[in-house]
């Protein structure tokens, strides 16, 4: 999930998250509208795409290894 989160964040400039409450169907289906007051807008910063690929792929390498460390992998 941290990898293709920070993949998305390499591709957006920003994003819009609207509040559960008040939310109207048309404020998704109407682009060109202006947004209303329960909308948040939210900017990555430039490091935060890479950190979060990173954390991401960190864990992915963890993942990979832990059967050698427990000696559960079988050469066949």
Known sequence: ????????CLLIDS???YSA?????????????APTSNVQQ????EWFPWVILSA????VLYAV????????ASTA
């Open 65 to 72: 290894t832990l059967p050698k460390r427990f000696g559960g």
């Open 15 to 17: 994003a819009n998250f």
């Open 1 to 8: 999930m941290a990898i293709i989160i920070g993949l998305e």
């Open 56 to 59: 991401g792929g960190i864990t």
């Open 42 to 45: 939210w900017r990555p910063k």
């Open 21 to 33: 409450s008040d939310t109207e169907a048309g404020a998704f289906v109407n682009p060109v509208a």
